[in-house]
């Protein structure tokens, strides 16, 4: 162990976190997937994905309060753990880490991680908070399973920001890995509507209409494929599909570069991004696609009104 | 490795963190002591307390930017790396992190960590950000080593405290040590005197009539003994110590329970401290001593003008 012996003999110095990494222990691969439970086949895809490149793979199952705004449906938010144990077992996973919120958050408990930057814009300004709650909770989790990888949905990309910006400025030993949105297949009236667990808050009539977003994304990848770079123009081809929709409160449609900020003209790059989000008959939908990248539909399994939503938010 | 299959078997549900430690991997025992360098008697006597404890010892030499406020010492406070490794490794260390500023907050470095409650009184309320500024490197430092244990020295109480809620918070696998304060031994001419780097700053007898804060801590423990609880008469006792050095700035003298909280009366608790904190010839200087706990002196080796206080504060 001690390569520098007890004594007057010099230690070897060690000048950046890799080189602390390289000169202490090693250990096994351990795949995370937070989750806040009522998983679906989004879920179900993160969860293969950690099964396939991990030795042991952890689900993580918390409705984190620390996230939800004072108004929001925190307490409404679907449950139902007996059935995520049959989708995450199914699906490949080892083990299930479901808390108490008391377990998490115990008497006296007082701290927060602020991000600033990346968490500022979209979901930031519409949810303050949130993603302090996130942050928070994301580090706590990672700290308790120490994971060799983490598996997050991108349909919360603008949170995929925040864990990867988390993980880098903090150190943590851990890889995140970003998965492609699963979305309701072609052969489905809500063919497109991107999964979520809230979802299940919405009629199918209510989910049909709820493709209004994933349209609107998918007009202003058409835009952007056919060499619009303008991000007033490219988000007015979204707000066309958008005005289609009467019960449609919209949050924001921002299209923006690899930071999350609004510029008035897009550069290429790989993290060119649409995002959506608003509220449609009283739940609060997000969605968002990449830009410079083929218009694809992900096919999920998926049957009609499961829900959807990789990831806590 | 998978103790459940693939396919349908149910996953094992836990619920709380130490089942999910218990049920992922384990490893050897690492030792970490965080420091800002320019090594004392107090700071050797952490790592040999590691040294004795641990498989792995670490010691980190840090001068932290971001726990100095815009008008404090960070650029002329002490460095002098070759003798710093010299004195931990004849403590026992095996390796020195000595990272550049740029390697632990590169640019776009946007997190911080914030610790409500403990962090608000004395040193938090004298020195604005200073907490959040130590949380959050002690947090990477933490995640970077990954220690099985990690040693403060008692002398920055407040920040032992701030560091116990971090890491209770953030399920940090870390047992955080307190090491009792080292003071300048019976035989010098600043007996008493916690040892601290800032001390280089004081010339050998304004490092003499600096011990008016260690004595001024001892009167109130004296007080205390006599069965005195009432945090008022106790702070008094101080005071008339404190009174005799005229080019004191007092920035707080605190009789304070295990929540370091002012309160009209003590109970009896062996976390109750008093503490003190001042600029003196133009340094700030902090001490503090324990209540109800036999008056002590804890000799260094120390010779006359050597500095002293362990860890980064």
Not at 94 to 103: C, K, Q, R, T
Not at 120 to 138: I, N, Y
Not at 237 to 248: K, N, R, T
């Amino acid at each position: 162990m001690a390569e520098a012996g007890q004594g007057t003999a010099l230690p070897r110095l060690l000048t950046t976190p890799a080189e602390v990494r390289a000169a202490l222990a090693g250990r096994g691969r351990v795949g995370l997937v937070p989750t806040m439970g009522y998983l679906h086949e989004g879920h179900a895809t993160l969860i293969a994905q950690a099964r396939a490149e991990c030795d042991v793979v952890v689900v993580s199952v918390f409705v984190n309060p620390m996230q939800f705004g004072p108004t929001e449906d925190l307490a409404k938010y679907p449950r139902d753990l007996e059935r995520d144990l049959g989708v995450a077992g199914a699906a490949g996973a080892d083990f299930v880490f479901h808390p108490a919120a008391g377990a998490m958050y115990p008497a006296g408990f007082s701290t927060r991680v602020e991000i600033s930057g990346v968490s500022e814009p979209l979901d930031g300004a519409a949810r303050p908070g949130h993603f302090t709650g996130v942050a928070t909770v994301v580090l706590k989790l990672l700290n308790i399973v120490q994971p060799t990888r983490a598996y997050f949905g991108e349909k919360d990309w603008q949170q995929l920001a925040v864990v990867r910006r988390l993980v880098s400025d903090l150190d943590l030993n851990t890889e995140i890995v970003g998965v492609p949105t699963v979305r309701a297949s072609a052969d489905t009236p809500h063919a497109g509507l991107a999964l979520s667990s809230r979802n299940t808050y919405l009629s199918p009539e209510q989910q049909r209409r709820a493709t209004v977003l994933s349209r609107a994304l998918r007009a202003v990848q058409t835009a952007y494929a056919g060499g619009e770079r303008d991000t007033g123009r490219l988000r007015q081809a979204g707000l066309d599909v958008l005005g289609s929709e009467p019960e449609l409160a919209l949050d924001y449609l921002a299209v923006v570069g690899p930071d999350l900020r609004d510029v008035p003209r897009l550069t290429d790059d790989p993290l060119n991004r649409v995002l959506v989000a608003g509220r449609l008959f009283g739940v609060r939908l997000i969605d968002n696609m990449p830009l410079g990248v083929a218009p694809t539909v992900a096919a999920a399994s998926a049957a009609a009104p499961s829900p959807s939503a990789p990831t806590p938010a």
